[in-house]
């Protein structure tokens, strides 16, 4: 393990401990942001993380939503809002919303810390762009 490597995961596991239950995602991006995170690429269904940060990059991969051959579900802008609106509401958790996401088309998404936004794509060209708040972390040091 590198010293970027350490750092990432340093921040999420923080992170983590301090994310409130609903509309915890602008704190994690807050904490990620903090840590020199500049983006992060998620790809579905395989669940590879990919993050940019000011040092260099990282992949961290997670546990594939689906093995073998699949059709890609047709994107569907309304229920990406709804998984999305779903997980801000503490309502999911995050591989139930990872699996919302793709059974609603996403193949992947973007994230810019620094712009605090997300463009969520389909395997079509489609896309969802959504901003994101920013989070003040002083409540939680």
């Known amino acids: 393990m590198n010293h970027i490597t350490a750092k990432l995961i340093e921040a999420q596991k923080y992170a983590l401990s301090i994310r409130p239950k609903v509309g915890g995602f602008p704190v994690l991006a807050e904490v990620l942001r903090n840590a020199g995170v500049l983006k992060n690429r998620w790809s579905l269904p395989s669940c590879q ?18 093995t073998g051959i699949h ?38 998404y973007d994230v810019d810390f620094t712009k605090r936004n997300v463009i969520y794509y389909g395997a079509n060209g489609e896309s969802y762009f959504e901003e994101y708040p920013a989070a003040t972390l002083d409540n939680y040091f």
């Open 71 to 108: 059709a890609i579900p047709n994107f569907n802008q309304e229920a990406v809002v709804v998984a999305l609106r779903t997980d801000q509401e503490g309502k999911s958790t995050f591989p139930e919303f990872l699996k919302a996401a793709w059974e609603a088309g996403v193949i992947g």
């Open 49 to 66: 993380a990919i993050y940019e940060m000011k040092e260099g990059s990282i992949v961290q991969q997670g546990t594939p939503l689906l």
